[in-house]
């Protein structure tokens, strides 16, 4: 069997705007393929290229922390999208994310606290009032969006356990399932997909567990129900779909740096000083913008989160 490293992965097969743009717009254009779809002959996966709306969430405390940059359109936060368990084309999450069953859901946080709980869902979405967040997300790969993401900050959900003084780094694991996922019949990466944090990142206020976007519960090729957003670091840290939190005394380790390490570092601050060992991350193109844009360092976020640096040489830790 061919086994398709994740080193093979980008950039070969990150589709380019261009293209994806043209295939999208063709999907939807696309009378008889979407009739098709409706009647169940053929092609129903391209009827879900573009998520329907969802339930709305509410009422949102607004958050100082919002951007007021431009917001890319719900449409394209939802049809561009990386989420490899369901296929590494950027189209694929849209089209198979449907599969995945959000509810009953439950996290469990575990490891080195005081009171390890799995918590429901339902429950996770009241333990503290909603807020919107607007956000820039700046993907490893080079481009960027900015979306509403809806939230709690992830500083609440890991209080509710009581972490123990040894604890030093958070690790998230998200949902598999292969019946639901079809890209996890591939070894792209070794799922379950894990990601990890330092304490101090994860309790930090710019550090969100996402519910939702544009209002609404989360869409599933968006991470539902729920997902990491670390806004400034590149978007592969933001864990989809989490099932399992852990407190940790060792830096854990996650799927990108496992698959990878020279690539994929641990901290993945957004770095326009580092390049990613096969292109540049010194400019970025906004998602529905032509002319690319310079990357700022931290994603723009250095203000709040450089001083948990200070004294490390991030072109050592990238
Ligand atoms: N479980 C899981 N989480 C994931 C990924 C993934 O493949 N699986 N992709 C990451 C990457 S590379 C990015 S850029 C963001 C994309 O989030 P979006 O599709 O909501 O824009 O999700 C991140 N979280
Ligand atoms: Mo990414």
Known sequence: MLIKHPADVAPSDITPRAVFDARRDFMRSSAIGIGAALLGAGLPDKAHAVAARGKTLGPLVKSPYSTDEKLNDFDDITSYCNFYEFGTDKSDPARHAHRMATRPWTVSIEGLVHKPKTLDIDDILKVAPLEERIYRLRCVEAWSMVVPWVGIPMSALLRQVEPLGGAKYVEFVTHLDPKEMPGTRRQVLDWPYVEGLRLDEAMHPLTIAALGLYGEVMPNQNGAPIRLI??????????????????????????????????????????????????????????GEFIKRKTLKFNGYGDQVASLYTGMDLKKHF
């Open 230 to 287: 670390v806004p400034w670091k590149y978007g592969f840290k933001s864990a989809k779909s989490i099932v399992r939190i852990r407190f940790t005394d060792k830096e854990p380790l996650s799927s990108w740096t496992k698959s990878n390490g020279r690539e994929y570092g641990f901290y993945s601050n957004v770095n326009p000083e580092v390049d990613h060992p096969r292109w540049s991350q010194e400019r970025e193109r906004r998602i």
